[in-house]
């Protein structure tokens, strides 16, 4: 027991030593803390923040009572709600998915407007945005809800179970003509016509080059502008890449080859050129505000070729850039350096 007293009374030397070779003092913000020039060992100045007038008195055993700040966060949309979003300047279907973090497909599924008027997006249009990949069904007369799970593939009871479509679950299913009900990871055929080659693409079309076309390409790409921002990436309805630039900034050939259409495309793509490399590929150019060469001209890579513009369905100045190969467009991203 004596030995054990000894013990503390030895730490307790040695704390009031520590104790004193360290005087801290704390006061509120905006005032000195300075030791006095007598004392032992560094000096340490500590600032406090501002103490609230509002606090409320100190709580039972000297503690201090202090308010809670809790912080919601509001979601930017309702989870299981369709919203409406108004076309901007630049705006296209994959970047206003982006926004949203649902697909592009989403976008057009969401908008039976945008199939009827051909895939036109227009700066002021008001779009339906989905809370959840799928489509947006409008119910037509005689429709059941196996008419919705046989035309795009979700079954029957995540349709009735969705949040959003507000099913009462106590009670047989009813639908009514005009009924808009959200499909879950549905899907519908893309119809648009950003999805289908351009009116200019077709063999025998007004303008089209028809002559002898030379293998001049080397089957390796550029980037056809130099400075971009892309806006739109290749997906099912846009099998190709939108890259924002400045008015009139240079176009330039991807590859060399022969140019077989330069002109006006009448389906919404503007001043267009396209120019076959007589090795399977060819290169689409659109929206352009102005063509610098003809038809039937041979260009080599690199060799500019048109300004970049706003004509046709456009939202801003941007280019659509594209890749065919025998009949079937491919993903830019992966030919370009």
Request: proline content about 7%; hydrophobic content about 35%; glycine content about 12%.
């Amino acid at each position: 027991m004596t030995r054990t007293l000894n013990v503390l009374l030895v730490g307790g030397c040695v704390l009031s030593i520590a104790a004193a070779t360290f005087v801290v003092s704390i006061k509120p913000a905006g005032t000195s803390a300075a030791l006095k020039t007598d004392q032992i060992g560094p000096a340490i100045s500590l600032s406090l923040p501002p103490l609230s007038t509002n606090l409320p008195s100190q709580l039972e055993g000297g503690g201090i009572a202090r308010h809670l700040q809790l912080k919601t966060r509001i979601p930017d949309r309702p989870s299981n709600k369709i919203v409406q979003y108004t076309v901007k300047r630049g705006d296209s279907p994959s970047s206003i998915a982006r926004q949203f973090d649902i697909q592009p497909e989403t976008i057009l599924w969401g908008n039976q407007k945008l199939n009827a008027s051909v895939g036109i997006l227009q700066i002021g249009d008001v779009l339906n945005i989905l809370p959840v990949d799928g489509v947006l069904h409008t119910v037509n007369e005689g429709d059941a809800l196996e008419t919705l799970e046989s035309l795009h593939g979700t079954p029957i009871q995540e349709i009735l179970e969705y949040p959003g479509n507000n099913f009462d679950l106590t009670q047989p299913p009813t639908l009514m003509a005009g009924q808009q009900i959200i499909v879950p990871k549905g899907t519908s055929p893309i119809l648009w016509s950003e999805a289908q080659a351009p009116g200019a693409a077709q063999t025998g079309s007004r303008g089209r080059y028809s002559g002898n076309i030379p293998n001049l390409g080397t089957g390796s790409f550029i980037w056809p502008v130099n400075a971009y921002a892309l806006t739109q990436e290749y997906w099912s309805g846009h099998p190709g890449l939108d890259l924002a630039t400045d008015f009139r900034l240079p176009i330039f050939a991807s590859d060399s080859g022969t140019v077989v259409f330069s002109g006006w495309d009448n389906t919404g793509y503007g001043n267009m050129v396209i120019i076959d490399h007589g090795n399977g590929y060819q290169t689409y150019y659109s929206h352009n505000e102005a063509n610098l060469v003809g038809t039937g001209q041979t260009v080599v890579k690199g060799q500019q070729i048109a300004e970049s513009g706003n004509t046709g369905n456009s939202t801003g100045n941007h280019i659509d850039f594209r890749i065919l190969l025998n009949g079937t467009f491919l993903n830019p991203f992966n030919y370009l350096p």
